[in-house]
């Protein structure tokens, strides 16, 4: 166990005193935040102003902050497995295997470090949400909401933590890598339905949207963090139209008729996580074998 401590304060030193690893994780989050802050805010306030009201601003607001909540626990998990990418590239990987450690003490220093890193930075995103919306004429989250996004948010990054893990054990080559983190990191705000509301994609494309897992994560939040502003927006609103308001925007999931519960979102983030820890606990087996 000590070994695993140790394997994880490294990996944590490593990520925290490399600036750049930081920013870059981060990097997917600001692109966001900025195109929402000087192209999209504005517009989708505007058409929802007649239907939401004075509310237009909070909700979008909350609802875009929710997206990125989801992002950056694929983003910074990707940057932190970074440092497992640089030890194959320098061989440290084969001086640590070499000394007294278990390839299984190795992974699980990695993957740890990675979950703790994806839930710090989730949090910083969380406190940046949080000011974004209030600075705009939102509420802060209550303490109960709070605990429950926390909740998905640790859901959130062990799905994230387990798919990146994954994809990580294929790649020996820092520019491969680099390649994989520019093409996730363009892709992921698309999968995620921050840039366009889902309702608004043709059905296939929506298709792929609900079945990608952290898109579960994404509902979830959006569940949690617009449930203040749409109670007072459809306070006297029939229940059709809060219906239709929140499939179309990805607040809640529908299959055919059949809606999503937050139930089977959850459901989907552990299956996620465990299916894809498993599987890259066998591809390092097969390689090891190799």
């Given at each position: 166990?000590?070994v695993?401590?140790?394997l994880?304060?490294?990996?944590?030193?490593l990520?925290f005193?490399d600036?750049?690893s930081?920013?870059?994780?981060f990097l997917?989050?600001f692109?966001?935040?900025?195109?929402?802050v000087?192209f999209?805010?504005n517009?989708?306030?505007?058409n929802?102003?007649d239907?939401?009201?004075?509310n237009?601003?909070f909700?979008?607001?909350?609802?875009?902050m929710?997206?990125?909540l989801?992002?950056t626990s694929i983003?910074?998990t990707?940057?932190a497995?970074g440092?497992m990418?640089e030890?194959?590239?320098k061989n440290?990987s084969?001086?640590?295997?070499?000394a007294?450690?278990?390839?299984s003490q190795?992974?699980a220093?990695?993957?740890?470090s990675?979950?703790?890193?994806?839930?710090?930075?989730s949090?910083?995103?969380l406190i940046?949400?949080?000011?974004?919306?209030v600075a705009?004429?939102g509420?802060l989250?209550?303490?109960?909401?709070?605990?429950k996004l926390l909740?998905a948010?640790l859901?959130s990054?062990f799905?994230?933590t387990?798919?990146?893990f994954?994809?990580?054990?294929?790649f020996?080559?820092?520019?491969?890598f680099?390649?994989v983190s520019t093409?996730?990191?363009?892709l992921?705000?698309?999968?995620?339905?921050i840039?366009?509301?889902i309702g608004?994609f043709?059905s296939?494309v929506q298709?792929?949207?609900k079945?990608f897992?952290i898109?579960?994560a994404s509902a979830?939040?959006?569940q949690i963090?617009?449930?203040a502003?749409m109670?007072?927006?459809?306070a006297?609103?029939?229940?059709?139209a809060v219906?239709?308001f929140?499939?179309?925007m990805g607040?809640?999931?529908?299959?055919?008729?059949?809606?999503?519960?937050?139930?089977?979102?959850?459901?989907?983030?552990?299956?996620?996580?465990?299916?894809?820890?498993?599987l890259?606990i066998?591809s390092?087996?097969?390689?090891?074998?190799?």
């Amino acid at each position: 166990m000590t070994v695993i401590v140790n394997l994880i304060k490294r990996n944590l030193k490593l990520f925290f005193r490399d600036k750049a690893s930081v920013f870059f994780s981060f990097l997917a989050v600001f692109i966001i935040i900025g195109l929402y802050v000087l192209f999209l805010g504005n517009m989708m306030t505007n058409n929802f102003k007649d239907l939401l009201g004075d509310n237009s601003r909070f909700i979008v607001n909350s609802w875009v902050m929710a997206g990125i909540l989801s992002v950056t626990s694929i983003t910074t998990t990707l940057g932190a497995f970074g440092i497992m990418v640089e030890d194959k590239v320098k061989n440290i990987s084969k001086d640590f295997l070499s000394a007294p450690f278990k390839r299984s003490q190795l992974a699980a220093g990695y993957v740890i470090s990675s979950f703790i890193i994806g839930v710090i930075m989730s949090i910083a995103s969380l406190i940046i949400a949080e000011i974004y919306i209030v600075a705009n004429g939102g509420d802060l989250l209550g303490f109960m909401p709070l605990l429950k996004l926390l909740g998905a948010m640790l859901l959130s990054v062990f799905a994230g933590t387990s798919m990146v893990f994954f994809i990580v054990t294929f790649f020996r080559s820092s520019n491969a890598f680099a390649t994989v983190s520019t093409v996730i990191g363009t892709l992921i705000g698309f999968l995620t339905g921050i840039y366009i509301p889902i309702g608004q994609f043709p059905s296939a494309v929506q298709t792929v949207i609900k079945i990608f897992p952290i898109s579960h994560a994404s509902a979830l939040f959006r569940q949690i963090m617009m449930e203040a502003p749409m109670s007072r927006a459809f306070a006297n609103a029939p229940a059709e139209a809060v219906t239709g308001f929140e499939k179309m925007m990805g607040v809640t999931f529908f299959f055919g008729d059949k809606e999503v519960s937050p139930f089977i979102n959850i459901l989907v983030l552990i299956i996620t996580g465990v299916v894809f820890l498993l599987l890259a606990i066998s591809s390092m087996s097969v390689k090891k074998k190799q």
